[in-house]
């Protein structure tokens, strides 16, 4: 079982020590999590299970979550309109410098929301808006995924990889309390996207872009400030949004 203790203990703030929920193993921490804000959750939420039966990535994809992984959501409350795609590129940046702190791997950042390590995928993201009945946001669902240790299925063998495989040991709670350390200050630095930028392993690259039913390659040229991917395709230039487009390098 995790330590809550010895999270909270590491934690640079008290902001995250009451709304922290622990479980053994669950469908989706981002659903859990997603549910308690409909139904009025309003403070800070943590969700951390040691494995999921259902875990979610983008674009209604299945997430792998074998036991010895980290998965955690985390519920904020903004204030002001918010761009997802921009939490997801904070969620990303504060994920790598979390696992950097610990390791010694370098971690990149696969547009819009994968942790690389080694070029193969060691993590990934999920931002999901909760909306009121009236369509209004009321809190986004922040939910990450590391592969630390385990098993993962032998068909991502290729693709995906963990930190224990990279020949990295760490503990997950260290990990855990490392990532929402990461994520609070991630909030107050605006900063953060030429971190973003500089991990990416998109730029100058051909990519291909898989939008609907819309398949095609093109030159991955720079990343906005909003998140936005810029591609140079035959047509001329387009901007991506996180929403629209799922990447293959
Ligand atoms: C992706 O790879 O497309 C995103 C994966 C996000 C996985 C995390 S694990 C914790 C949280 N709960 C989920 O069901 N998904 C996110």
Request: with cysteine; charged share 20%; hydrophobic share 40%.
């Amino acid at each position: 079982m995790l330590d809550r203790e010895r999270i909270t203990a590491q934690l640079n703030s008290s902001r995250f020590v009451q709304g922290l929920i622990f479980g053994d193993y669950t469908d989706s921490t981002n659903s859990q999590v997603r549910e308690m804000a409909l139904h009025g959750a309003t403070g800070e939420v943590t969700m951390i299970v040691e494995r999921q039966t259902a875990g979610r990535g983008r674009r209604g994809r299945a997430f792998a979550s074998p036991e010895g992984g980290l998965y955690l959501s985390t519920l904020i409350h903004p204030t002001e309109p918010v761009n997802p795609g921009l939490i997801t590129c904070r969620a990303a940046v504060a994920g790598a410098r979390a696992i950097e702190s610990l390791c010694n791997l370098k971690i990149d950042i696969k547009w819009v929301n994968d942790l690389f390590v080694n070029r193969r995928k060691v993590a990934g993201i999920l931002a999901e808006g909760v909306l009121s009945p009236t369509g209004q946001l009321t809190a986004v669902v922040v939910g990450i995924g590391i592969n630390v240790a385990g098993n993962l299925p032998a068909e991502l063998e290729s693709i995906a990889t963990t930190l224990a495989q990279e020949g990295a040991t760490l503990s997950r709670e260290d990990l855990a309390a490392a990532f929402l350390n990461e994520w609070e200050a991630v909030q107050t630095n605006q900063d953060f996207m030429d971190e973003y930028r500089r991990r990416n392993l998109v730029l100058g690259k051909e990519v291909t872009v898989v939008q609907g039913d819309r398949v095609y390659t093109a030159t991955a040229v720079s990343i906005t400030d909003s998140g936005h991917l810029v591609v140079d395709t035959a047509d001329g230039q387009r901007e991506l949004t996180s929403g629209e487009v799922s990447l293959r390098l």
